[in-house]
Structure formats: C-alpha cells, structure tokens
C-alpha cells in the first residue's frame, strides 16, 4: 500500500494553521468579548499556537520531505 504523502501534506499543514489561527483569534478577541481570559484558557490558546506551528512544520517535514525520499 502506498502512502498519499501530498494529501498528508497538505491536512496536516491546514490542521497546524487552524491551531494556530485557533489560538491566535482566541487570545486577540476573547478578552473583548468575555473579559479577562482566566489562566487556563490563555494557556490553551498559547499551546493551541505553539501546537499549530510545530504541526504544520513537521507535517511538511515529514510528509512532504522525509518520508518520500525514503520510499
């Protein structure tokens, strides 16, 4: 069976840009819209981003780079 590297490319990069914008938006308009955010959900969204760059650069990475040159 052989591996879509393209389309795991590529869902994993949209998956680590919807984390990152996630926390992004969330940090940016949560405290218009609620009020101070409590501790807890400022770590979240900031984990949310972090989490979204590495995903979206290992996926690359990976998939796109590594995993196909070893095929």
């Known amino acids: ?3 879509d590297y393209a389309t ?3 869902r994993g990069f ?3 840009v919807a ?4 926390g992004a938006i969330g940090t940016a308009v949560g ?3 609620i009020g101070q ?5 400022q770590t979240a969204l900031f984990d949310s981003m972090v989490i979204g760059i ?3 650069f290992f996926s690359v990475f990976g998939f796109g780079i590594f ?3 070893t095929d």
């Open 54 to 56: 590495a995903t979206g």
């Open 31 to 33: 405290p218009s819209l």
């Open 19 to 22: 984390l990152f914008l996630l």
């Open 14 to 16: 949209l998956l680590g």
């Open 67 to 69: 995993l196909p040159l």
């Open 8 to 10: 795991y490319t590529k």
């Open 37 to 41: 955010l409590p501790g807890w959900e």
């Open 1 to 3: 069976m052989r591996l």
